[in-house]
Each structure stands twice: as structure tokens, then as C-alpha cells.
Nanobody
Framework: QVQLVESGGGLVQPGGSLRLSCAAS????????MGWYRQAPGKQRELVAQ???????YYVDSVKGRFTISRDYTKKTMWLQMNSLKPEDTAVYYC???????????WGQGTQVTVSA
């Protein structure tokens, strides 16, 4: 079993920055897909950024150049650095982990990010 706990959300003004963290506990395999999703009120959950099983990164177009995903297996932690935040980035942000070759999907509980003046 793997548990994921997000932190770092909050209220920030447009143009500001936040750094989200996703701390994992349990057995985390290094070959996996790990990423950040977000869900805004009334909208479907969407993929924001992720590492695929080869370690390559993906970003949704709306955050390219502003968000950066990173991770450290020694700390079992993944981060999402979010710069130049916009009101449309307001959402609950979730981390997700899927070990390669395993149908299990693990989600964190989410952390609220609100971008408002």
C-alpha cells in the first residue's frame, strides 16, 4: 500500500508562486507514473504534469513554462513548483502514483490552490 499526502496549497495573488509537495509512504517503485492533477469547481479532473514510466515529463499546455514537476526518491517526495499563477489555476490539486505493470492507482487527498486578488 502507498499513501500520498499533499501540502503547500493556499491563497495567492495572481502572478504569485506556490510549491506543492506530495509525500509518499509505503513501498514506492522507481519505475512508475507519478503526476499532478487538478479539479476546479464544476469541471473534470485534469492532468497537469507528470513523469511517465521512462522518467519523461509532460505538461498540459496551459501550464507550460510556468509549472515545474520534480521528485526525489530518497525522500519519496514529488513537488510542483507553480509560478506566474493565474485565477484559472484555482483548483484542488491531487498527486497520483501508479507503479509500472500494476493496475493500482493511488491518490492523495488533495490540496486547495486559490489564485485571487
Amino acid at each position: 500500500q502507498v499513501q500520498l499526502v499533499e501540502s503547500g496549497g493556499g491563497l495567492v495573488q495572481p502572478g504569485g508562486s506556490l510549491r506543492l509537495s506530495c509525500a509518499a509512504s509505503g513501498r514506492v517503485f522507481t519505475i512508475n507514473t507519478m503526476g499532478w492533477y487538478r479539479q476546479a469547481p464544476g469541471k473534470q479532473r485534469e492532468l497537469v504534469a507528470q513523469f511517465n514510466s521512462y522518467g519523461s515529463t509532460y505538461y498540459v499546455d496551459s501550464v507550460k513554462g510556468r509549472f515545474t514537476i520534480s521528485r526525489d526518491y530518497t525522500k519519496k517526495t514529488m513537488w510542483l513548483q507553480m509560478n506566474s499563477l493565474k485565477p484559472e489555476d484555482t483548483a484542488v490539486y491531487y498527486c497520483r502514483y501508479t507503479p509500472a505493470g500494476n493496475p493500482s492507482i493511488y491518490w492523495g487527498q488533495g490540496t486547495q490552490v486559490t489564485v485571487s486578488a
